[in-house]
């Protein structure tokens, strides 16, 4: 199993920053593809930022040129950092990781392991 924790969320003004976090403990290790989702209510879960072993990124196209997925193998930590924050952002982020070499998707479905998610509001 593979525990994930996320933290760094909360509100801010648009046009702020956030930088998330996500911890990986459990049968992790840095082969994993990592990936931050997020969900607003009444919508579904949508992938924000993908990063594979090899340190190749995608990001939806919504947050492109703002957000910027990073992973610290020596810490087993996955971040996000947010920039020029929109009120659209608003949702709840979630982190995810799977045990799939390479592997560098979007698709929530091909995801095992997921955290229990972290509130970001984003006030005009």
């Known amino acids: 199993q593979v525990q994930l924790v996320e933290s760094g969320g909360g509100s801010v003004q648009a046009g702020g920053s956030l930088r998330l976090s996500c911890a990986a403990s459990?049968?992790?290790?840095?082969?994993?593809?990592m990936g931050w989702f997020r969900q607003a209510p009444g919508q579904e879960r949508e992938g924000v930022a993908s990063?594979?072993?090899?340190?190749?990124?995608t990001y939806a196209d919504s947050v492109k040129g703002r957000f910027t997925i990073s992973r610290d193998n020596a810490k087993n930590t996955l971040y996000l950092q947010m920039n020029s924050l929109k009120p659209e952002d608003t949702a709840m982020y979630y982190c995810?990781?799977?045990?799939?070499?390479?592997?560098?998707?979007?698709?929530?479905?091909?995801?095992?392991?997921w955290g229990q998610g972290t509130q970001v509001t984003v006030s005009s």
């Open positions: 995810a990781a799977v045990k799939y070499y390479g592997l560098l998707t979007l698709d929530p479905g091909r995801f095992g392991y």
């Open positions: 459990g049968y992790y290790d840095s082969t994993y593809s």
């Open positions: 990063i594979n072993v090899y340190a190749r990124t």
